[in-house]
């Protein structure tokens, strides 16, 4: 049995030599893979597409939840300065009404 695979992969005998006997087979099969390279091509660029399309999204999401937080902080700032700027009123009111300043 190990014999008989080795004969039949390692020799080949002119009943096999396909190209010298059948060349117009050889431009088909050709031919058939240029168009399977075309069509995967196209599938490639038609996936590539939906990969861009599906980065975009992703990065539409990032910068949201970038702007989400940069604008959560904004208001925390914000707020807090009024905070602060109220309790610096507070506190020189109390003061000017003990007479301390």
Known sequence: MGA????FLFHVSDDYNRL?????????????????????FFLWCILLYVWVKAVFAQLQFYIL???LIS????AWSAGR?????????RLRDEKLKDGSI
């Open 4 to 7: 008989a695979c080795s004969n």
């Open 20 to 40: 010298h006997r059948h060349n117009f087979n050889f431009k088909c099969t050709q031919t058939i893979r240029l168009i399977n390279m075309i069509a995967s």
């Open 65 to 67: 939840t970038l702007w």
């Open 71 to 74: 604008s959560t902080k904004l």
């Open 81 to 89: 300065e009024v905070v602060e700027k109220k309790m610096v009123e």
